[in-house]
């Protein structure tokens, strides 16, 4: 069967936005080790993104792991993190570290990688 | 080049603290994906998103504009620089249409690479005024197509309209060495940049 459009949103119970956390297709997400959920607060879809995300890996990779689109993602990751079921570290933003420094940082990285 | 793959996923060391991101963004065909493949440390990854858009040159008879649902392919790919840091390479649609995508994509950007065909430079002319409008820090990178013929830089400049300070950069985008090359040139230009701030 087909996947249907409205699919998606039915898996985040009709939102689009997630409450107060900020995801970005960047945030890397990792799953708090030994954690347990109870299995009537998450759905199908939250439990394979705690499998999934045993090791670091960004919103992005996810969500093209799972076919899901990101913003869907960010909703079922949102609610995970709220559970205290991962932890997110945020992107690195130029406009919140000296941007200098920061874009050495990468060069350097860059450049060791040749 | 690698295909775009649901395969096992490829962790990051554990040791990183988190990530910055570059986009790289041109006309359909241009070479995107091409390009984030050539840089990625992984297979690069392909995910969906739908987006509602406003219908262009559309209106219906009662004069609201006509919304549609489209679906952007995002291809992307990864670069771990450091043991504390990661870098993420968006492949991003640049057509008028898919504007919408670009907030929640140039947020916290280091900036955007804007591959350029030179056969067909006027389909540039929208992502161009979009990476001027939004104040992403960018340059022109001009794909070498076997067929491209070499135009000066400055009859390129003039015909995009280019600004003083974007470079215009040259990479045949299937050539590995040469993609890594221009994304240090690039970052190297937004070094400049920042001095010249700071």
């Known amino acids: ?114 | 080049m690698a295909s775009v793959s649901s395969a096992e996923p490829e962790y990051l060391p554990s040791s990183v603290q988190g990530a910055v991101k570059i986009l790289v963004t041109g006309p359909f065909g241009v070479g995107k994906t091409t390009l984030v493949g050539a840089l990625s440390e992984i297979a690069p990854l392909r995910t969906e998103e739908t987006m509602t858009a406003v219908g262009e040159g559309v209106d219906d008879l009662t004069g609201r504009p006509h919304k549609s649902t489209t679906t952007v392919a995002l291809d992307f790919g990864r670069i771990t620089l450091s043991t504390r840091l990661a870098l993420y390479l968006f492949g991003t649609p640049g057509q008028q249409r898919f504007w919408p995508l670009w907030e929640d994509l140039s947020r916290g950007a280091l900036g955007a690479i804007a591959l350029v065909d030179s056969r067909r430079l006027e389909e540039s002319f929208d992502v161009l005024g979009l990476l001027e409008e939004q104040r992403i820090p960018f340059a022109v990178a001009v794909n070498r197509f076997p067929d491209t013929p070499a135009y000066p830089e400055e009859e390129l400049r003039a015909a995009l309209d280019l600004l003083p300070g974007v470079p215009v950069l040259t990479c045949d985008v299937r050539d590995e060495d040469a993609a890594h090359r221009l994304l240090i040139d690039f970052v190297d230009h937004l070094r400049a940049g920042a001095l010249e701030l700071s």
């Open chain 1, 1 to 114: 069967m087909s996947r249907s459009p409205v699919r998606p949103y039915v898996i985040t119970g009709g939102r689009s936005r997630t409450g107060r956390n900020v995801l970005e297709f960047e945030s890397l997400v990792r799953t708090v080790p030994g954690v347990r959920v109870d299995p009537l607060v998450v759905n199908r879809e939250q439990l394979t993104i705690l499998e999934l995300c045993r090791e670091l890996l960004s919103i992005a990779e996810v969500a093209a792991h799972l076919g899901l689109p990101i913003s869907v993602l960010k909703v079922l990751v949102g609610d995970l993190w709220e559970l205290g079921a991962v932890q997110v570290l945020p992107p690195v933003r130029p406009a919140e570290r000296a941007p200098l420094a920061l874009i050495e940082e990468v060069l350097v990285g860059l450049r060791q990688l040749r």
